[in-house]
């Protein structure tokens, strides 16, 4: 059964700083790897999808890697603003899609 | 909004009470998918649908009670809640090519009493 942790759990940074958001899985048969973001009470709102033969997506001031390999994501935003202010959920694909629990960012202004 | 339509947003109901979650999507995706999200929790994925027929059933109490008519609308049929099923729930469409990403639907907050 795929096992999907995120670290941390929250992460709370002035504005202007980089994020690092990690995820893990422990299967790395994957066809994929989806970012998802989430407001309070709200869906969940795609980021990037990440192909199991891809190393890295990019879009505007978001960059997922992936090391499939070793069974890892990571989400980067750079220059953080408060409208960044969510939980971002990773999501693996392995004919499934398994949730991490998320990070929890507040970036404060 | 996402191309995936929830509704209603929010539903309070009673233990007694039967009520319907729908979902539509006019994406064009053939799968359908109804995720359960408590407080603290992962999401858990409760049923998936692929071409109009259920393929998946994730060991979901028979209170809950999904439907899909066609590609395009799914429902989930409640009935006798518990307390502890109040949570927010969610749908997500996709093609079943798995190279595919998932949308989601804004979500039905539900709350039993």
């Known amino acids: 059964k795929q096992e999907v942790t995120q670290i941390p759990a929250a992460l709370s940074v002035p504005e202007g700083e980089n994020l690092v958001l990690n995820c893990s899985f422990t299967?790395?048969?994957?066809?994929?790897l989806q970012w998802f973001r989430q407001d309070p009470g709200k869906g969940l709102t795609s980021l990037l999808l990440?192909?199991?033969?891809?190393r890295e997506q990019t879009s505007g001031r978001l960059n997922a890697s992936l090391d499939k390999s070793s069974g890892r994501s990571t989400l980067y935003i750079a220059a953080s603003q408060p409208g960044d202010s969510a939980t971002y959920l990773c999501?693996?694909?392995?004919?499934?899609?398994?949730f991490g629990a998320g990070t929890t960012v507040t970036v404060r202004a | 909004e996402t191309g995936v339509t929830q509704t209603p947003r929010h539903l309070v109901m009673g233990m007694t009470n039967k009520k319907s979650l729908k979902c539509e999507q006019h994406?064009?995706?053939?799968?359908m998918y109804w995720y359960k999200q408590s407080a603290k929790k992962p999401l858990e994925l409760m049923f998936v649908?692929?071409?109009?027929?259920?393929?998946e059933n994730n060991s979901v109490p028979s209170r809950f009670s999904p439907e899909c008519p066609n590609s395009s609308h799914l429902f989930l049929h409640l009935h006798t809640l518990q307390p502890e099923d109040s949570a927010l729930y969610l749908c997500?469409?996709?093609?079943?090519?798995?190279?595919?990403?998932?949308?989601f639907g804004s979500g039905t907050r539900l709350t039993v009493v």
């Open positions: 997500a469409s996709s093609q079943r090519d798995v190279t595919r990403g998932y949308t």
């Open positions: 299967d790395s048969a994957i066809y994929n």
């Open positions: 990440i192909q199991s033969s891809q």
């Open positions: 999501a693996v694909n392995d004919y499934k899609l398994s």
């Open positions: 994406l064009g995706h053939n799968a």
């Open positions: 649908y692929s071409l109009e027929e259920r393929v």
